[in-house]
């Protein structure tokens, strides 16, 4: 708060102090409407004064993200560096959320005056975010939902093959696993490495595994237990020169990283905006591309599966919980106020700077590559001589520092995971680190 | 209030009035979870002593019903008879459902130390509420999604029927059509009578429908169209006996209905809780017989699809919006501090009274049966030269009354449906009925 005084902004923040959002929790449940607008807004408004602001002064911890991180409300001092679990909402998205749901209480049929119109926004938005059109998106609950939606929709003989890496998460599995069972396809596993070396190395693996059998390469984009960000672009050019499709299990990859559907060219993207966005949790997307929309089938179906001549045919469920999908245009207002280059930027500068200081503490083996093209927000490491359990734990009671383990230890992939979102400064990226250096001090 | 103060059970209401709501509604969002457990069991104890007072005094606008109806809190005094829509959250489900979703505010991780418990109490509630095993209930979104569950996940061979009725929901429809175009399944409608003259004509139409290549009965329960209870025991009875398994699409069913899964014997029952029982849109309910589990793949895998031993394989979607699965487990609370049994006999008290004085307006015609054994709490009917729509509007605009049209008029169905929940009265139907004369008078 020292920093708000000293450059003079406390103003423009002037009523969000955690004390004054109690108020505005409070606000959100009974408020109007176009009173929800206006509050949002001027929480809008203040991120774009601190972005003409410092425009020029992006230096990790500078005012600008302290400022900014006022939105969300820990609980308690807690330093939030595991949200790839699930993300917290920010103030305005929990606002839209109860508010939305108040509806129900109020007036239950009022919903539909108002819900198809700002569903339509929210669809646009989402397009706009990922560089998509509005034909080609499909709100789902989640990534494991979208890769169900693909792997049941595909017409698949007995013996057509699916490319899985062997870094998939059970989400992006599964599906298949049913697939195989139920109908006989083939699932091939192609091995990437913790970490791989580069592009090439997993470009060619995949070419290599592709035959005339192979319908689809069904891969993880933001690998849950590697951090790996999986070059999707180069993967969908060798895949389309052989009629071969793409899909991708990109569960952290909206509102961590810049995403554009034309420029990956990728055909199916399914991703989870509770993550990195500041959505809600039961609310995700899965991107269809216009091209491929006749070549799969809808997994549910109500009125309009067989009319619908876009995306929308995928999610002809019926009656939903419309106020998630609400909220999820309000975690895009939110992304948009700020940016969403200026949010990846932040997020690799943070997990480039924990890399590269994890990367000389004696003994410890990053699973992440220090590549900013081929990794994201995700950052996985172990140590020898030191339970991954034991690090979590640590942190936890020493900093009030949120990480977690993941992997397995079979497989050579168990360690710990840190997330580093735009809420988490280079300071607690420093206590991180300090605490590794003591753990890996005291084991010797 | 009036009625309150003259019994003196005012005391026990202390703290539900309207203004006083809004301060719970603030504490719903900030309030610790054991606060939360303590102002929702405040209000079960006010409806608990009611139940003591009034057990002997259930007359229909007696002061026990006014006294419960302060648990919702409609908006300027609207009148509430189309929940057959979206039905509204009582107070305490309101509560809680902010209070889990504010958990992803405050500490989004915190969520995995107590939801997975809170989860199984819901299950086993939910279980216990419909006469079932907590090994057989599916939680899902809506009864659609249900329909599809199972339609998707039964085998069924090209030319293998599906046995539907021709006053099918969409949401019960579609999933079949899909599987018709893609698999070549054959579905086969059968007739019933708007209304039917009782439960033998639909059995009997059903039996002579059955041939060797029906594998199932999939049957609207709750129809929405008419407002028929279909006889659930009979067809289950009829459909074992040859073999073919029975599917219900119960949208209306919980909440409204005292149910009980072994009584009816059915194979699978698909509910919508956001309609009559309470609970906020996006939570369903899917109740999968023990026996016929090993028959059905499921749709939607994740871990635990191929290893677990009972329903839960039908649910591994992995990360989703916990809080509605918690605020459907208010919603039972809620049901259960009333009486089920005390709410499928309001319900159809109020019903069949609506029913007689609306069948003694000339030139009315009911569209559902006044025999309370194949009706509920959906009555349907048009009127001879008084377009749906006009009486809807004029409810509205005269009476602050919500009813809504429904049907197709080359069906013959077209007509205005009117639901009548625990919070109608009997002077608000007095009032519908009131309109529906003037209605009627003024065409000639």
Do not use: C
Not at 39 to 45: D, E, G, M, R, V
Not at 133 to 159: C, H, Q, W, Y
Not at 216 to 224: C, F, M, P, Q
């Amino acid at each position: 708060m020292t920093a708000f005084n000293q450059t003079g902004i406390i103003g423009s923040f002037k009523g969000f102090s955690r004390r004054d959002f109690v108020k505005y929790l409070f606000a959100g449940s009974a408020l109007s409407l176009s009173a929800l607008k206006k509050l949002n807004a001027s929480i809008y408004q203040s991120i774009t004064s601190l972005n003409q602001k410092y425009i020029e002064d992006e230096s990790p911890d500078g005012v600008y993200w302290e400022a900014l991180s006022k939105h969300f409300l820990f609980k308690d001092g807690l330093i939030m560096m595991n949200n790839g679990t699930v993300g917290p909402m920010p103030k305005p998205v929990f606002n839209s959320l109860m508010r939305y749901f108040r509806v129900q209480v109020t007036n239950p049929f009022d919903v539909y005056n108002f819900i198809p119109r700002k569903k339509g926004e929210v669809r646009a938005k989402l397009a706009q975010f990922i560089n998509a059109s509005p034909d080609e998106v499909v709100i789902t609950r989640n990534t494991t939902e979208g890769m169900n939606f693909v792997a049941n929709g595909l017409d698949m003989k007995e013996g057509d093959e699916v490319l899985l890496s062997t870094m998939e998460h059970p989400g992006g599995t599964h599906p298949w696993r049913l697939k195989e069972k139920r109908y006989g396809i083939t699932i091939k596993m192609v091995p990437i490495g913790l970490p791989p070396k580069g592009v090439d190395e997993i470009v060619s693996a995949f070419q290599k595994a592709i035959s005339p059998r192979t319908k689809i390469i069904s891969i993880s984009h933001t690998v849950y237990i590697s951090g790996l960000i999986a070059p999707l672009k180069e993967l969908s050019q060798i895949a389309h020169e052989k009629g071969v499709l793409v899909l991708a299990d990109s569960a952290h990859g909206i509102g961590m990283l810049n995403l554009d559907m034309k420029e990956l060219g990728i055909d199916f993207f399914a991703t989870s905006p509770y993550k990195w966005l500041g959505a809600p949790t039961g609310v995700g997307l899965l991107y269809v591309r216009k091209e491929v929309q006749d070549k799969l089938w809808p997994t549910i179906a109500s009125s309009g599966w067989d009319t619908s001549a876009n995306a929308r045919k995928f999610e002809t469920l019926g009656q939903r919980a419309d106020a998630l999908t609400l909220a999820l245009g309000e975690a895009l207002d939110f992304q948009n106020a700020i940016g969403k280059e200026r949010i990846e930027r932040r997020i690799k500068t943070l997990a480039g700077y924990l890399k590269r200081e994890l990367g000389k503490i004696p003994g410890i083996r990053l699973h992440t590559s220090q590549d900013p093209y081929i990794s994201g927000g995700l950052t996985a490491f172990s140590v020898e001589g030191v339970e991954p359990k034991k690090i979590v734990n640590y942190m936890r009671e020493k900093y009030n520092i949120v990480v977690r383990t993941i992997g397995n230890k079979e497989k050579g992939t168990y360690g710990v995971r840190v997330s580093t979102h735009i809420y988490v400064f280079l300071k607690h990226v420093d206590m991180f680190l300090e605490g590794m250096r003591h753990l890996v001090r005291r084991k010797k």
